[in-house]
């Protein structure tokens, strides 16, 4: 090389694109580069994006090919070029983490750019908080609970945190609500993405609009997580992301982001097979810590609380405010202190409005009509003390049992002695523990119960595809409905057959009411009218379609919880055979995840007994 090319040679290679060669070398490998795109490792090798193709990749085969998308963006945020398009931001604009960490690693600055918005989008972050919307089993498709994110800006008081920006993953509802899309979103064939907005929306949406408790988890993290957590953000922008609900779901998709905003909580590598929300809200607190807990009650969960507080006869006048505003009600709240009227007011403005939103069997408008004039009487007296520490008597979602149950158990029955292997993956049952789960609730997916008899080898006892059930307390104000609903397949135990050969198909649907009995609310007794539909091989023409009701009680008492039931079904299509059912079920809760369960079955003219044990993870 001649004297007068040294120069040149020195000008080019520090003005030109880093090479594949030089300091890029093994940075496609490292866990920030993987985290910022969202790879994962694949069955066969090699690594994938959770991000369906788009802009969110510079190379076109940067979806599963780190070190092709890695070149790409350092010869993009280091060029002087602008966007492919007129008007296109450039890259560094596009994705200012993936810049701010290239010239990190890379000890390069990039050429400086102007970013519209970015500065203004970023703020002064100072925390991240996690949220968790309560199971909502008025609405199945909601059951599972759902989480999503807030940064907190820097100088705000916790009482104005309702701007703060709010970041959640849930499926994209333009395909539709049909059934046919729900299973689509079940088994993972729809596309999902991540929303932004202020916080108060989500509190609108859920507390208010749902009545779902809030629970606000101040995670562990630094200022500069919360700002490259809400940089990566700016670089999602729209981009899609496959949405399953039991696995690629709302819970998920935020360790991803977590792990951008802290590389070392290494966080996608304990969800690889998928996550319930409530797991991740219990492996969060491990992992990154909780500086503390807000809960923020919903509009029936304030109601109710409020109407803990007060007098029957209180409790009788904003009944009677919250259905129509007469002179008489008028005159008997006069005569009460300022402070005392504004609770019976806000007591009765929010009565009246959870029955407008069909909470309970009311008819919406009566209640709508009265809404007006509650507030401007409200608007004409002071505000009380607010009520900062709300006592719901039930524990946050963090305190509950792990969501996947793995159970052993030993019985018999009229073929003789029997042991049985059961797995539910998903989620809770009503004589589990229910610490940090609603009242009497129960939501079970691709629950399997493995049996081995004597004579009868290895069968599949029961597989739910759905099992779920809410037995919520018919309240004087709040009057909530019980509903059952299963889709499975079962022994046909009523034929007197037990075994490989003997499976049917049932859809199962309920609905009724429930009370709870006693100062103590430890009794509740419900009652369903029921529909039903069976088919298989062991059923009178294959099939059998017809209904009835059950009637049952639930116990409750310190550790221990039992239900006992009473059904009868009767079939006036198909295999006309009636099946009647008694059961009674038993648990004792040695540890939050550590169960024994002991159960007497009969359908007649089947019966067994069986004793063993559940744990939770």
Not at 346 to 364: E, I, T, V, W
Request: hydrophobic residues 40%; proline residues 5%; positive net charge.
């Amino acid at each position: 090389m001649t004297k007068r090319a040294v120069p040149l040679f020195i000008c080019l290679l520090l003005t030109s694109p880093v090479s594949a060669d030089g300091f890029e070398r093994g940075l496609q490998d490292t866990p920030q580069w993987r985290a910022l795109l969202h790879y994962r490792g694949v069955l066969f090798g090699g690594q994938t994006s959770d991000i369906s193709p788009g802009r969110f990749f510079l190379s076109p085969t940067g979806r599963k090919d780190p070190q092709s998308e890695l070149r790409a963006t350092i010869d993009a945020v280091f060029s002087e070029k602008a966007g492919d398009s007129p008007g296109e931001a450039h890259p560094r604009c596009r994705f200012p983490l993936r810049t701010e960490w290239l010239e990190e690693v890379l000890s390069r600055r990039a050429p400086s750019a102007r970013c519209a918005g970015l500065a203004e989008w970023i703020g002064h972050p100072s925390s991240v908080d996690l949220v968790f919307a309560d199971y909502d089993f008025g609405n199945p498709a909601s059951a599972y609970g759902h989480i999503f994110l807030r940064v907190n800006q820097a100088g705000r008081p916790e009482d104005a945190r309702l701007i703060d920006v709010a970041v959640g993953f849930a499926a994209a509802l333009e395909g539709g609500t049909s059934p046919g899309f729900a299973l689509k979103a079940l088994m993972g064939g729809v596309p999902g993405k991540f929303s932004v907005g202020p916080y108060y929306l989500k509190v609108k949406e859920y507390s208010q609009a749902q009545s779902r408790d809030l629970w606000e988890y101040r995670l562990g993290l630094s200022s500069a997580a919360a700002r490259r957590l809400l940089m990566h953000i700016w670089e999602l922008g729209e981009a899609q992301i496959p949405y399953s609900f039991l696995t690629r779901n709302c819970a998920y998709q935020l360790l991803p982001l977590l792990d951008v905003a802290e590389p070392s909580l290494g966080l996608s590598h304990w969800a690889r097979l998928g996550a319930a929300p409530a797991d991740v809200v219990r492996f969060l607190g491990r992992q990154a810590g909780f500086s503390g807990t807000l809960f923020r009650p919903s509009i029936d969960s304030a109601l109710l609380m409020r109407r803990a507080r007060m007098s029957k006869r209180d409790r009788a006048l904003v009944d009677a405010l919250a259905r129509m505003v007469s002179g008489s009600a008028i005159s008997v709240l006069e005569t009460l202190p300022s402070g005392r009227q504004a609770n019976m007011l806000d007591a009765a403005y929010d009565l009246a409005r959870s029955r407008k939103n069909g909470k309970g069997l009311f008819a919406a408008g009566r209640y709508g009509e009265n809404i007006g004039t509650l507030l401007n009487l409200r608007k004409k007296l002071p505000s009380p003390p607010a009520i900062k520490n709300w006592d719901t008597g039930r524990a946050s979602p963090d305190a509950g049992h792990g969501t996947t149950a793995v159970g052993a158990l030993f019985g018999g029955d009229r073929h003789g002695q029997f042991a049985e292997v059961a797995l539910r993956p998903v989620l809770h049952d009503i004589l589990a523990a229910q610490e940090g789960f609603q009242e009497n609730t129960q939501f079970e997916l691709l629950g399997l119960r493995f049996r081995a008899g004597e004579g009868r080898g290895v069968y599949l006892q029961q597989f739910d595809l759905f099992n779920l059930a809410s037995v919520q307390p018919w309240e004087s104000w709040l009057r909530k409905h019980s509903w059952r609903f299963e889709v499975g397949m079962r022994q046909a135990e009523e034929k007197n057959c037990s075994g490989r050969s003997c499976l049917i198909s049932v859809l199962n649907g309920g609905y009724g009411a429930s009370v709870q009995i006693g100062e103590s609310r430890r009794t509740t007794i419900f009652a369903l009218a029921e529909a039903e539909f069976g088919a298989g091989s062991q059923l009178e023409r294959g099939w059998r379609g017809g209904g009835g009701g059950s009637a049952g009680v639930i116990l409750k008492g310190g550790p221990f919880r039992a239900l006992m039931e009473f059904s009868d079904r009767r079939y006036p299509l198909g295999d006309g055979r009636q099946n009647t059912l008694a059961r009674c079920g038993a648990s004792w809760t040695l540890a939050r995840d550590i169960e024994i369960r002991a159960a007497l079955v009969s359908r007649r003219p089947h019966e067994e007994y069986s004793f063993g044990g559940r744990i939770s993870f």
